[in-house]
């Protein structure tokens, strides 16, 4: 049967491989381990690398010796290659750089210290040595880092005949490429070619007649972030990278821009509940170092919302149903909060909510929490009529609700939009003020409209 049919069958062999591999060095039978994984393609030897213990990631390495593909150290997670990075010997990481493409040679080594990092550039050519020393000044996370240097760039009055002779016989060009660049003597970018329109063109066709001038030029400075979006939106394979003078530079490829998309994604999704930049394969101590400050935040938001049920322990006291009902309200709040949160915060990531719309979508925000109060307190006081018969405790508890589904989509749309226009990530930060505000709101709804009308 297809094996595509069950996607859970690659799962149970990559487990049972990993299985075996750390039993073969556990038993100090290197050359076993890397028999089982000789014929592992890149992506599939990263993953079984990320899923081994630290120390049997190194035996594993060790034990494949020349026949280890360094493209695997590109495929592996960030965290676990900067693992990699510290332990490896030095001789080791420099025919890595060599091998890989300047921007995952840069990845490689940007986390080392910087004696280590002189120590692996020494050892490379010249050419080589200048291009990645370069691309490590940019900013991390810039298309500076994210772009690869080598490029194929030729003159306007080049014919399609010596572009093809140049592809054949020059050395030193990338392995694989889908564009020409056409510079000028300045190295300014003045269009691109195809290689399916060179192919299709007579060989004395000066190149300047088939080039396209229309170009999505990137500055090496610009964010990473903001060059996927422009790949999303204009349908870019590639597109070329100049610096502060116009000079092209380098070249950023979509496969590239995938794994930006992929890693922003991420980002968002950890940030939102409140987890920092950590992987499968930290230690203990480093997750919980990621994530404690954020959990004492929460802590701070929840004795806030007991202070606000502290002031009504006279009316618990005198109805016990109320406490009962509190988790219901604050809950609703908070799911609803979060669901208006979640969408805000995308949105902004993707520069899809910004000043020109943002009254529309406030407006929009509020009307729907208004509209899912009004429907959930009526199937609520319903509820708890029938369950302790008291008219008026429904009523409380529906106002109580639509007062705070309210609030929950205005704090799940104004927050997010007031971090951001303080120049804050509103992603990690979001959540625990949505979180107050629907506690605090909800409780203070519920239990004072309770000391109003139920209790005399």
Partial sequence: MDEQAHPEADAISVADLVRDVALALHDGEGARAARLVEDQRARDLADVIELLSPEHRIALIQALGPAFDYEVLSEIDESVRDQLSEALPNDLLAKAVTELDTDDAAYLI??????????ILAQLPRGERAALERQLEFPEESAGRLMQSDFVAVAPYWTVGQVIEHARETDDLPDSFSEIFVVDPAFRVL??????????????VPISEIMDPDLHVVLATADQEDVARQFERYDLFSAPVVDQSNKLVGVITVDDVVEV?????????????GVGDESLGDTVAGIARSRIPWLIVNLGTAVLASFVIKQFDATIAQMVALAVLMPVVASMGGNAGTQTMTVTVR??????LGSANASRIITRETLVGLLNGLVLSIVMATIVFLWFGSGRLGAVIGVAM??????????????????????????????????????CVGFFAFLGLASIFLLK
């Fill in 110 to 119: 940007e986390n080392l210290e910087q004696e280590d990092r002189d120590e």
């Fill in 191 to 204: 269009g691109s070619v195809e290689l399916s329109r060179l192919l299709r063109t007579k060989r004395d």
């Fill in 261 to 273: 998309i992929q890693d922003e994604a991420d980002e968002d999704m950890r940030a939102l509940g």
């Fill in 347 to 352: 949105a902004l990531a993707t520069n899809k």
């Fill in 402 to 439: 639509v007062v705070n589904l309210l609030a929950a989509a205005l704090a799940g749309i104004l927050i997010p939009l007031t971090l951001d226009r303080l120049k804050l990530d509103p992603a990690p930060a979001s959540g625990v003020f949505v979180t107050m505000v629907t506690d």
